[in-house]
């Protein structure tokens, strides 16, 4: 099991950006897909961003492809979410979480039920 710790939300307002942290424990992070999801209150836990590997692959949502990037660092053990152009919609509890995924390696989980692991979540609020 890994363990996720979510860091870097916070209140921001439209246009802003934010950078959000996850760390991971274990010493097998580079194997693991990682994802980023969020939830708005009384909604689904939506898929946001994924990558595998070193990195270099990548897959985003429609609705923040151009304004999002995520990126590992895998000496590190962590996972980031770069945020830019934020839009009140945006607002939700931002989760990070670990895939064992080992399918094909084309392919990048995006769906809840492919992640083992999650963290508690952080909470970005993008005022009007």
């Given at each position: 099991q890994v363990q996720l710790v979510e860091s870097g939300g916070g209140l921001v307002q439209a246009g802003g950006?934010?950078?959000?942290?996850?760390?991971?424990?274990?010493?097998?992070?580079?194997?693991?897909?990682?994802?980023?999801f969020r939830q708005a209150?009384?909604?689904?836990?939506?898929?946001?961003?994924?990558?595998?590997?070193?990195?270099?692959?990548?897959y985003y949502a429609d609705h923040v492809k151009g304004r999002f990037t995520i990126s590992r660092d895998n000496a590190k053990n962590t996972v980031y979410l770069q945020m830019n152009s934020l839009k009140p919609e945006?607002?939700?509890?931002?989760?990070?979480?670990?895939?064992?995924?080992?399918?094909?390696?084309?392919?990048?989980?995006?769906?809840?039920?492919?992640?083992?692991?999650?963290?508690?979540?952080?909470?970005?609020t993008v005022s009007s």
């Open positions: 950006s934010l950078k959000l942290s996850c760390a991971a424990s274990g010493r097998t992070f580079s194997t693991y897909a990682m994802g980023w209150p009384g909604k689904e836990r939506d898929f946001v961003a994924a990558t595998r590997g070193s990195g270099g692959l990548t945006d607002t939700a509890v931002y989760y990070c979480a670990a895939s064992r995924y080992s399918g094909s390696v084309l392919y990048i989980p995006r769906h809840t039920h492919e992640y083992d692991d999650w963290g508690q979540g952080t909470q970005v």
